[in-house]
Every structure is written in structure tokens, then in C-alpha cells.
């Protein structure tokens, strides 16, 4: 806890590190009171130091330590007496006396009491650590900074009986028994890594096996660990595992290094997961999957985290960051790797289209928002709160925008370059840019303002044909809107794909003026300026124009395209992503009109060329599947919210629910054939997690959720059976969440009951039965909420429970959250005051939908700023809360 005000972190103080460690070796002794941990760091004065001092001078070393009780230190094999060294919260410092020496130092922590999750600490009765991105300096005195890096040698000891498994990085080099009951094994990981990857486990795991031969024939051992009732659930993972590596040698050239190459589950876990060299660790929720009782979205973010972490042995491990300002360094390059991973084992156009409608509901949110920061931030209080959609996933859209400008194989080349060039260091955003414009001869000076400024660029296009001449001009016009910090921003390089189409959909040869020839049918054009025109010339009737196709840049477009243009595109663009977005664009010019209606008191009526459209789509026995199913769904509340000038919840609901149901009475014999035949087609399957099962199951599951709005007897027949009889959790789900939201109260008990009764010893189902409940929006949702954290199956301890039950009750129950009383905010601001003081991380990503306040009239944004208010005044605030709080109540 703080007993300061933290203070801002800059990136234009990064220093060079006064002194290098090159080898560090840990011993662990595991007891169920308190772990000892000694470290013995071999270290030496760093040559490139930048304090200014002259290598020769020997400025003092302050070695990073929070939480921990000092038991002896020594220099070079002697002793130290209190007076030769300076202790504070969160340093130790001393001097030594020469170039080259050896610190060994012991402490006591305790691991039983970490609630924070972040060191070392105890889930479900294993030791687990989490280090990244400043929990090592929890587990012993060290230079816990990224361009520190070490080779690290470590022996863990614990009683054999609880503990029979000991794991750490690397590769296990000896072990052995003693008397007492306790064993050990000692690990060795050769490859010199920062302290934020280091690991280790002790428990009593079981684990899948399996093997992996390298493009240059080196086997490597591949072991998932989980608690023995979780055996069942790996086969997922492992697959996935071994495609990741295929998959990295295939695309990017890219081997593993180590012999052994293992995965832990743990049920207590801040995020997703973590690279640990040789050794990562992941949310349970992040391995385990089988049909009975993982949705197909789990089984794709099982494979997709897989990969990512995977992937990061080389982007982040062989490669990592200087210092934390660099953190899209490796995430967004790796989010980049495993979108494209993902989107080459299932379908392209719908993982496009699932990370795009994520991007701009929620991150174009965080960039409107009063923590809105640049890809590389400038400046922060508490890293952990810099873990964002803005650094992952905007941070992944910038390297895809690299790519489109260079091209597939330039891409290759640059990456080539960079991982040959950096390989074993610590670098920086600059440096991969570097490599990029080295391979591929160009200059990427104006681009890198995507890893500069923040905020959601904005694109107004405009049109003029010149039927004389035959020649088509687009006018672009770019701006982008004031972030904190940043009120004015230089125009950003935008790539925007683009085709022109002809009446019959034909895409048009394009030919800009002075060019000789037509250069294909689809390109890429390069925004640079504030305001820029193209013209195309050699056309001899209007074009309509496919822009940004694959959604080629993260900002927002905005095309003057009439709905009957939008009706054209959506059924005849060649590209898919563009056919969706059509859609979506036409769906959302309507429910604006919807919600229009209803604020002026109107009752409301629905443009019925958007049925029209939904019929041809529901008609088209040639489309995908998936793309129905995507292309049935409306737009999100949060999405409506999100680009809302002020945003009307009770109305935004309204509208929606409203087209929701003209749609379902409108087309449903469409629906209902649809969801007869492919719920057939499920009863004579197995189930199989591949594309086209998850397409056949999420175009029966959306028709089912329209279905049952028309409230039919036999609709609901039909949504028991899936939920009594379906043999795969993906059916299951869907049906029991269409009857919570349904009206049938006797049945949606029973189901809730029952389906709680069959998966009561199974954590993750459990935390889908929260979730579907949480984000119910009929009448009464927070007093649910309240009742079912009393559930014995609840815990604020475990954040996969806090994000499923008060994280999606704040994030996905619009109505709910936002009642007019005020209830739901002083009810998330309460969980947050609670969360402070348990898991700092977790409180402080909870609280973000209070900080967005600015979106909602001015009664909501009074009541929502007095209970930010009331938790910055609630006491000792944690860094991490105390950043986002006071940020957000900055006007
Ligand atoms: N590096 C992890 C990833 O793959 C992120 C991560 C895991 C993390 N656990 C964390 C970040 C705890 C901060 C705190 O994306
Ligand atoms: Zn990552």
C-alpha cells in the first residue's frame, strides 16, 4: 500500500543501468508458514552506464525489493552490518567497492498472504509466481528492470508430499530427496533473461505429455500441467501448442530453443496469461477445454493464447523491451502474430471482423476516455495499469499497418532483420521500426506517429465524378481529437485499401491521373496529409467506392454512402470484412433513427429494407455461415454508447430491442428453418472445433436467441431440448442465456438450477452461469447480482469470479449498471474500495466503466464522479487505483 503519492514514471528519464547482473542463482525453501529465498548475484558495472559517471567511478547500487524481510546480505562473501547498507519500502542500497561482485542476500516472504497475485503466491494449494511486470522485486533484492538481464540457475525445496512437482525456466539439471520429507530440483535456464520472466511452480499437478521435432530435427518434450480433475481438459491446448510452433517456423522462420517447453493452469490469475521463458503460466481459464465444458469461444481463446505466449519466446523473450514504454514492443507485435495465427487456422474474414467490432467498441472507448495514452506511453504512475487494449490491440493494428504499407514478404524481411539484429537484447519501438525501414529501403519517420499520439483518428471522405472527363476524385480529410496531454496532433500516415465498383458490383480497373495504366483492382492508398485528393481517372460511369477494406487503418471512416448503397455493398463487395461492415453501418443509421424516435416520444418505426436485407441474407445458401451469423448481429449497446455524442442508455436499449423484435417477427420462418436444420445437423455430429462447426453452431444459436422473442410454444420446446440434450457447452449456453432473458420465469429457474447442479464442481462453468445472469438486463439485475455474490461458489479472491459477475455486470449490462438511482455505480465504486486493498491490478480494471462518465448526461456524470470521489477518499489507495481514479476526474 502507498504511503506517498506515487509518482509519474517518464520515459524521457530512462537512464542506462549502473550495473548489470549476469548470472543469478535463487534457492527456494518452501514451508507452509513462509518461503526463505537466497539470491547470490554474480554483477559487474555496466560499461554503456548513462548516469554520466565515468565507468571507473562506482556509483551506489539500489537493488528493487517491496514486501520482503531482510534476514543477511553479504558482499563478496562478507557479512554486512546494518550500518553498510540503506533499507527503505522499496529499496535496498549499498556500495561496493569494486568493478566486478557477488551480493548474496536471504529473505523471508510469505506466499500464504499474497492476495495481490502478483510474486510469489498460492492458488488452490500450488506455489505459483507472477513477475511481469514488477513482481519479482516481491521475491527478492534485484535490479528488476527489463534491460537487466541474467542467466538464472534455480533449486526449489518442499515437502515432498504436497509438493511433488517442482518447476522453474529452463532445463532441470539435478534434484533429489531428504530425510525430513522435503525434496528438490534444480533448474537452469541458459538463455540470459529479465526478471519479469522468471518462474516457479510447486504442487500436485498431473501433466499431458507430448513432443515436438523442430524444423532442424531437435525434439522438444511438451508437458501442460493442471490439477489431476483437469487431465481430461489439455488436448485443446496441446494441439494448439503445436500449431503455434509449426506455425511460427512456417511463417516467420522461427525455431524453439529449449528441450522442454511447458504450460501450468492456475485458477488464481490476474490476466490471461504469461511467457516465462520455457515455462508459462495461465489462467486455467486459458487451457482447459472440452466439449462439455468449454464454449467454441473458449476453445478459440484457448488456441489464440496458446499461440500468443508461444509466440513470445521470440517476440518478447529472445527479444524483449529496455523499459515498460516499450511494452507494444512485444504485445502488439505478438497480438499481431496470433490474429494472424488464428485467422489462418479458422476464417479470415471472421476473426477480422470479431477483433475489429472488439477494437472499436472498447479501445476507440479507452482512447475517448480520460486514461487515453499513445501505444508507447510517455509517462506513467503504475505499469500494471498500462496492460491496455490501446498498447495490445491498437498496438497490433499499427505492425498490420506495416505490413499492408511493405507488403507480405517485406514484412518477412523486416522481421528477419529485427529478430537477427536484436536477438538477446532489450529494444525499443524505434529499433523494430528501424529494422522495418532498413529491409524494406523506406522511411517510417511520419508513420511513427502511431506509437506517439493518442486518440482515434478520424477520416471524412468525399466524392465528385466528372462525367466528361470519366474521372473520379476522393477527397480525404483527417483529424484526430484531443486526448490529456495532447491537444493538437500532426497528420498520421493512414493506409486505406480501397475498389471502385460499377452498377453490377464489377470492381473497376484503377488508374490514378498520371499514371499510364491501371494498377490492379483493389490497392492501397497512403493518407499523409490533413487533407489530400486522389483521383482516378479512365471511368466511364459513377463508381461506388469499397474504402478501408479489412479494416486497413483504426480510425474512423465516414463515407456519405445512401442505404441503398449500403444494401449494394453489403451483398456484393468482394470483400468480406466490407460486405459485414456494410451492415453494420446501414444497422446503425437505422437504430440512430430509432433512438431519435424515442427521445422525442415517437413511437417507433423500423426502416424495413433493413428487414429486407437480413432476408437476402438469411436466404443466401452460398455464404458462410459465420458471415450470416456476424452479419444478423446488431450492433452492441456499448458500440451505440461508444459513438454516441451523449449517450442515451435507456433509450439506445429501447431501439435496439425494438429491432431486435420487428426483425424476429418479420423473418421467422427463415430463422426458424435455419435453426431446425442446423440443430440437426448438431444432434448427428461429434462435436469438432473447427470453423465450419463453430459457423453452423453460432448462425443456430443467434436465429434461436431471435426466435425466442416471438415467445412461441414450440420455440421454446426447441430451446429446452438444445438445453437438456445438446452434447457440447456452446449449445448448452447459448440456450440457457436466451431463457434468462426470456419471460418464461418457471423454466428459467429450472434451468438455472439444474445447470448449476451438474457443474458446481467446475469452476469455469460456473463462471458462465454468473456471467449469463450478471448481463441480463430485465428489471432487478444489481439485486441479482448482490444475491449471487453470496453464492457459495463465489469469491472476490479469484478474478475470473469478480470479471464474471461484477465486471460483466459493469461492462455488459448497460441497463443495469446505469439505473437512474445511481445504484449501480455506488455498487461497482464499493467492490473497488473492497478490491483496493486485496488485488490492486484487478480493483483498478474494475473500475473502468466509472471513468467514462463523460459519455452520459450531465445527472449520470454527477453521480458517477461522486463515487470516484468517494474511493479516492476511501483511504490508503493503491498506486494502481489511485492512477486511474485521479486521471478520470480530471476535466
Ligand atoms: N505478458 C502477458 C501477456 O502475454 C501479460 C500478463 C500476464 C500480465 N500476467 C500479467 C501483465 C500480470 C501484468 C500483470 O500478455
Ligand atoms: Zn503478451
Redesign the pocket.
Known sequence: MRTEQPKMIYLKDYQAPDYLIDETHLTFELFEDQTLVHAQLVMRRNPAASSGLSPASLPPLMLDGQELELLSLALDDRELSTGEYQLTDSHLTLQPSAANFVIDSSVRINPQSNTALEGLYKSSGMFCT?C??EGFRKITYYLDRPDVMSTFTTTLSAPQHDYPILLSNGNPIASGSEDDGRHWATWEDPFKKPAYLFALVAGDLWCVEDSFTTMNNRDVALRIYVEPENIDKCQHAMDSLKKSMKWDEDVYGREYDLDIFMIVAVNDF??????NKGLNIFNSSCVLAKAETATDAAHQRVEAVVA??YF?NWSGNRVTCRDWFQLSLK?GFTVFRDAEFSADMHSRTVKRIEDVAYLRTHQFAEDAGPMAHPVRPDAFMEI?NF?TLTVYEKGSEVVRMIRTLVGAEGFRKGSDLYFDRHDGQAVTCDDFIRAMEEANGIDLTQFKRWYSQAGTPRLDVSESYDAAANSYRLQFRQSCPATPGQAQKLPFVIPVELALMDGQGRELPLQLVGEDAAVGLSRVLQITEAEQAFTFVNLTEQPLPSLLRGFSAPIKLSFPYSRDQLMFLMQYDNDGFNRWEAGQQLSVQMLQELIGQHQRGESLVLDQRLIEAFRTLLADDALDQAMIAEMLSLPGEAYLTQISEVADVVAIHAAREFARQQLADALFDLLWQRYQNNRKDSRNSDYVAQAEHFARRSLQNIALSYLMLSEKAEVLTACLEQFENADNMTERLAALAVLVNSPFEAEKAAALSSFAENFKDNPLVMDQWFSVQAACSLPGALQRVEQLMQHPAFTLKNPNKIRALIGAFAEQNLQGFHQADGSGYRFLADQVITLNALNP?IAARLLAPLTRWAKYASARQAQMKAELQRILASGELSSDVYEVVSKSLVD
Do not use: F, L, P
Not at 270 to 275: D, L, P, R
Open positions: 507472477q511481469e511486470a490476474n490476466m490471461g496469461a504469461m511467457e500468443h505466449e513470445h504485445e500494471s496492460y491490478q
